[in-house]
């Protein structure tokens, strides 16, 4: 990922934050093969366990997920996996992460150097955090570490989706959440075989916030109006957050 200084998210505790709002990442692999495509990715929600926030930590958090074991990325990395001398994945891995909420910037939104001069292109806003590591495959479907791995995984990720995502709580009249327990166990065990662990070491993340803070005072506001006029969801996101941006760069500029 290209990271402009000024567009680059510098803390690794924020750039956390992002995933965990953002659970929904693409899972791309790079595996020779001779039965599969080079290059696969595919669309995991995964669960994020951080273990340091210090940039020079050797392995700064775990990503958890799953794959349907019958998606040819699963059956690729399987084969790379049992083709190794330890019985693991040893290349990288990177996971994408974006936010929902971007949009393109039209020229016409810069009122200050528009008129001015002209020389000014068109861009998209956007948000996004990308996480480079090894990846351990769990695929043994006999392996009492997989089943194990697979039902705190399944079980993790759905408690964080039915609360955080859904807002199930059991309190102050809201729903209860759903549980892994309340479908039969057989049926379960019967979905997990189906399915393989992936388990990602995040050995470096880096992510950007390109919101216009890259822009003078008055195209800046340019662009919030012009976000505040497209009267949607997205514009509201977006106009909130080139302004909280564009501020954080001008209190960067007088406090450096």
Known sequence: MYLRTVHAEPSIKALFEFVKENPLGIL????????????????IPWVLDTISDDPDAPVKGRLRGHLARQNPQSKAL???????????????????????YHH????????????????????????AVQVYGKATIYHDSSSLETS???????????????????GHSGHEGKPEPWSVSDAPDRYIDIMKKNIIGIEVSIESI?????????????????????FQGLESDTGAHLADMVKMRG?????EKKTG
């Open 28 to 43: 791309t692999t790079a595996i020779a093969s001779p039965h599969f495509p080079f290059l696969q990715s595919s669309h």
């Open 78 to 100: 399987i084969e790379a996996a049992s083709n190794s001398s330890t019985g693991s994945f040893e290349h990288d891995v990177m996971v994408l992460f974006t936010s929902p």
């Open 104 to 127: 393109y910037v039209t020229p016409k939104f810069y009122t200050e150097t528009k008129p001015a001069t002209a020389k000014v292109v068109p861009t998209w806003n956007y948000a």
């Open 148 to 166: 194990l791995y697979l039902s705190q995984q399944i079980d993790d990720l759905s408690k964080e989706c039915e609360t955080s995502i859904m």
């Open 206 to 226: 880096g992510g950007k916030f390109k919101m216009s803070q890259e822009m003078g005072e008055g195209d800046r506001k340019g662009v919030i109006e012009g």
């Open 247 to 251: 501020d954080m760069k001008d209190a």
